[in-house]
Structures are given as C-alpha cells and as structure tokens.
C-alpha cells in the first residue's frame, strides 16, 4: 500500500522522520526533480491543470520511497514535474485523505518533501460542498481562514526544531500576499472568486442535515474532507500556500438533495477550466 514496499510507520524520534524525508527527496534528485520553485497539490476531479505543465518527469506514487499510495479511484497518484508558464513546478496529481486510513503525518508527508526539494509557494486545490448559499456549484472560493475539525493535528508529537518551531502560528494560514495576487487575477480574467471560510470533516460519508446546520453557525462556507493538515504543516516549514475550493454541491439543509459523487466530479471538471486561469496566471507571476 505503501510507496516502494517501504512501511511508513513515522516513529518519535526525530531522525527517522528527517531520514525518510531526505531518503525520498535523495531518490526524487536521482530521477531527474531538482529546486522546483511552485508546489501544487489537486483535489478530486480537478486533474487537466497537469495538462498545461510540460511534462519532464512523471512517477507514480507507489514507486516513491515512503510516499502513501492514493486509494481513491478519480485521484491518479503522479508525481509530475516540469514547466508551466516558465516556472518549474512539483505537482501531485491526486491527494491522500484521513478517510482513507492514512495518519496526519502520512498525509502531509509529500509537503515536507516539497519544501526540502526547494519549493518555494504552494498551491492547492479542493473540491467541497458550498454551505455558504450565497455559493453555486461550479464557482470557485478562495480560503482564507478555516476550521480544523479532523481528529488530531500533524504536529502531534515530539516537534522536530529542523522542520519548524513547536507552536506555530496561524494567525495567517493562507499568505496575504498570494491570496490578493488571486484576487486581483480573477478580477482581470473576469473570474468570480469568492472568499470565505473552508472546514474540514474526516469523511468520507457526506453530512447530515444537522451536520450542514451546525457547520454554518460555527463560521463555514464551504466543508471538504482534506488541505488543513497539508497547510498545517506549509506554515509549520514556512512554506507560504494559497488553497481554492471548487463548489461541486449545494448543502442547503432545507433543500437537501442525495448528491451522487459522480456528478460531484463532474461539476468539479467544468469548474477547473476557471482554477487553470487563475493558477496558471498566478504561477507565471512566482
């Protein structure tokens, strides 16, 4: 299940996890990966941006020393690198999530080695469902804060002093300086981009009535299943990111309706040709 046969048990000590990541960093120079500048991580149904990156070196996952392997079926589990735009980029192609069995630690593996590889800005996208019904499928939503309501944090255990302090903050998880760089390019491609607040849930079930309720009194407008602990641990590296959700389904608690994953994918693809503008533009900028 595990990338290369390897078992991917991080144990707490220090050392072993800085020598899994530079053991994977180490065989990713060897295959051809060197100082990427832009890290960007898909979500569900939200793979053609990889069509605009020219191509130089593509592994799958399960080849990579201590990477987890993608068990969901519309996640590909490529890593890809190359050019988009003139700026070299590392970009996974399907993500890991808490449902699928995988720890915090796990999860967010692949930033870790992003950041030691050299990426300097990531970039991230989620699909979720709008609780917020100013929101319509197939718009798109800049995170600017959220609300963690995964079990247990990425951080949890001894901290590691080379990888980032003990108590981070996250005043500002997601940079300033990159959230109003998007803002001001989905101003000039004429693109809505709304701008509200991403939660968290462990999934993978979809959420009750009550579940759509309570998450809005709290402060959501939009829920999804991932990017909180990847993000986590960007600002724990000092490792700047700016995240979007893709809108795939209205969560009106009063006007619920059985959402079927397959149509979810596809409200996610049509809304993608907008997130290659916005992402595609703001890379060429990095």
Request: aromatic share 6%.
């Amino acid at each position: 299940m595990f990338g290369a046969g390897h078992s991917f048990v991080f144990s707490q000590c220090k050392i072993s996890m800085m020598e899994q990541i530079k053991e994977t960093v180490q065989f990713l120079n060897q295959k051809g990966i060197h100082s990427p500048k832009v890290g960007v991580i898909l979500g569900s149904g939200l793979g053609k941006l990889v069509k605009e990156i020219d191509v130089e070196v593509s592994i799958d996952y399960e080849e990579i020393p201590n990477f987890p392997v993608s068990t969901v079926e519309f996640h590909k589990g490529h890593l890809l690198y190359g050019s988009m735009n003139g700026v070299k980029v590392l970009a996974m192609q399907g993500r890991f999530h808490y449902y699928e069995g995988y720890s915090l630690q796990e999860i967010t593996f692949p930033v870790r080695v992003m950041k030691l590889l050299g990426v300097e800005n990531l970039l991230i996208s989620n699909a979720g469902g709008a609780l917020n019904l100013d929101y319509h499928k197939g718009s798109i939503m800049l995170i600017t804060d959220h609300i963690n309501l995964l079990p247990g944090n990425p951080l949890m255990g001894p901290n590691n002093d080379d990888l980032g302090p003990r108590f981070p903050d996250m005043s500002a998880p997601y940079d300033t300086g990159l959230n109003e760089k998007m803002i001001k390019i989905a101003e000039d491609q004429g693109v809505t981009l709304h701008r509200g607040v991403y939660v968290a849930v462990p999934g993978p079930n979809l959420e009750t009535r009550a579940e759509y309720r309570f998450l809005r009194r709290i402060g959501a407008d939009v829920v999804g299943m991932s990017t909180i602990p990847e993000v986590i641990v960007a600002n724990h590296m000092n490792l700047p990111c700016v995240a979007v959700s893709v809108v795939t389904d209205e969560c009106d608690p009063d006007n619920l309706e059985k959402v079927k994953i397959d149509d979810i994918i596809a409200t996610a693809a049509r809304a993608e040709i907008d997130l290659i503008k916005l992402f595609g533009t703001l890379i060429k900028t990095l």
